[in-house]
DNA sequence: CTATATTTTTAGACAAAACTAAAAATGTTT
DNA sequence: AAACATTTTTAGTTTTGTCTAAAAATATAG
């Protein structure tokens, strides 16, 4: 398996996630940034090695095959993050260039002793789950902090945008995995909120609040 | 810079430690398991980008720029190689090929930070000297087992050849980095030598001697 | 249901890195 | 120095992954 492919089979993967129908190319290229028709040529290729299904024009979806490849993909990505952050100090903000490169090394006993390495963690520094060693991801009670209700405590438990400005934005304001959050008052206008982070208080947008996970505590 | 173009310069630097001739097509050929022509096409390419000081039919040499280059790439595998021995619980015999795809990750402050988290070393898991982050190597005193005069008293430092079947052979004589290595006797017909390694009897051909780095006590 | 817009695929080109086969240069013998 | 052997380069292909431009299929609107 080429680097290209793994990139590609990585995609459709969390395209999928979350959506029950095809991928589309165009939804392909634009993830990849590269063209539609680079999409079609590679997809082919692909279905011919039976990772993914595909109809002319239907879109396309992994098989279980190549389901299992790109979850170990995910797997070696997050575990390469746990390691940047816990034991070379980088921020969470600095990891995922890195891991985009580290996910490709091939080796299982690599992967398998760094699991160990790390004792076994099962999540990455995002808060995302980390498939163990079987490709099985165990799910997490998550849910956005826009979608909680006043008056709730809960405790911050991952981001769903995980891009430098958003996570240093959060560094800035203190609030980290773990940090504990209380909802005050919700803005009706525009939906932004008044929270205690910490028992702090702040007032954040609703972009904001719509990627950070929560759960109840 | 390619992963291929990567893999050339590190080869053109390897065969030219002691021999200050220009590197010919077919030792490069030869050590990358590829055609001279391939090879042509490469050093032509080097040769544009200045990293290595070409001339038809005259061999090829690495410029200052391209030294440098390799020399980083020296400096990435032999801390990967440390890494997956010292944290990872590899044994030597393991770790080249990991570290064959590691050393082409790209990020200065990775592998400065994984120098550090080894704690600064200076000598790679075969006793081969780790370039510090100014490409500067320390040179060790050693010489190779098959050179040294009888009744001397030795430690044994690194290998010259560390392909797992010798690094395998060595495991099962108990020889490692550190054993302390009396010579006894050497056979006139073939060169093999009688010793003593940490105290205990063990004959060895001068094959292997002269795959063993020692040093005086 | 037909016209228009959008998406997807095809056709053809290109760059990187490899190869084979043949030509050219260099080295070695007699 | 000529003949032969070896090394190196050139010329022409191949594979992988990308691209642009044009054609075909599908989706949307009037
Ligand atoms: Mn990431
Ligand atoms: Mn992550
Ligand atoms: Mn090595
Ligand atoms: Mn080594």
Known sequence: MT?????????????????????????????????PSSVTDMVKKLAEKELVAYKKYQ??????KGRQHAVMIVRKHRLWEVFLV???????????????????IKSEKLIDKLDEFLDFPTEDPHGDPIPDRNGKIAKMEKQLL????????VICVGVKDSSSSFLQ???KQQIALGS??????????????????NDKPLSVSNKIAANLFVKPL
């Open 169 to 171: 934005y959060l560094d």
């Open 86 to 104: 816990e034991k070379l100090d980088f921020s969470w903000d600095e990891v995922h260039d890195v891991a985009e490169q580290l996910e490709h």
């Open 146 to 153: 826009s979608e909680t209700s006043l008056n709730t405590k």
């Open 180 to 197: 504990a959050i209380e909802i005050i008052s919700r803005e009706h206008f525009d939906q932004s909120l008044s929270l205690k982070v």
């Open 59 to 64: 879109g396309v979806s992994l098989t279980e």
């Open 3 to 35: 680097y290209s492919e793994e990139n590609y089979l990585k995609v459709i993967y969390h395209l999928s996630t979350g959506n029950s129908k095809g991928i589309t190319t165009n939804a392909i290229a634009n993830e990849m940034e590269s063209k």
